[in-house]
């Protein structure tokens, strides 16, 4: 079975560099939880500083996404309808990573529990969603995430 990503390669018809750029980030913002579990369950602070550097990192790969994606819009117009609503979500999580990332600049428990594992839970499901509609293009609506 070819996958979308690799008949756009094989066609030289799409960039799979998309679905990279959305990925990284992603999997970032999924570390920074779950050094946030790990810091909620044995309150030792390292797990604190590596969710620090993990949010941050994925702020870093979140704009190198949206870079990728506004590029591919406007490159490819005709299919800006699902895109735009994948940078609109994107950007609403780059907001709340950014808020999450102040969160975290606090000190001790407080930067952590309850607050700052909420919104890096929020992070995460919002990233799943973005990645899904780059990944699937077309074929994801927004109300099939809902």
Same mark, same amino acid.
């Given at each position: ?64 996404? #949206?870079? @990728?994606? +506004? $590029?591919?819009? !406007?490159?490819?117009? &005709?299919?800006?309808? %699902? /895109?735009?609503?994948?940078? =609109?979500?994107?950007?609403?999580? #780059?907001? @709340?990573? +950014? $808020?999450?990332? !102040?969160?975290?600049? &606090?000190?001790?428990? %407080? /930067?952590?529990?309850?607050? =700052? ?6 992070? @995460?499901? +919002? ?20």
């Amino acid at each position: 079975m070819v996958t979308r990503a690799a008949a756009e390669t094989l066609t030289g018809q799409g960039y799979p560099m998309r679905t990279i750029a959305s990925a990284l980030p992603t999997f970032s913002f999924l570390g920074a939880l779950v050094t946030d579990l790990a810091y909620w369950r044995t309150s030792d602070i390292q797990w604190a500083n590596f969710s620090a550097w993990l949010l941050a990192i994925g702020m870093m790969l979140g704009g190198l996404s #949206l870079i @990728v994606e +506004l $590029v591919h819009i !406007f490159y490819r117009r &005709r299919q800006a309808s %699902t /895109s735009w609503w994948g940078i =609109g979500i994107l950007v609403i999580a #780059l907001g @709340v990573a +950014l $808020v999450d990332n !102040f969160v975290h600049a &606090r000190d001790g428990w %407080t /930067s952590i529990v309850p607050s =700052g594992l909420i919104l890096s839970s929020i992070t @995460v499901a +919002l990233m799943i969603a973005t990645s899904a509609m780059i990944a699937n293009g077309d074929r994801v609506r927004v109300g099939d995430l809902l």
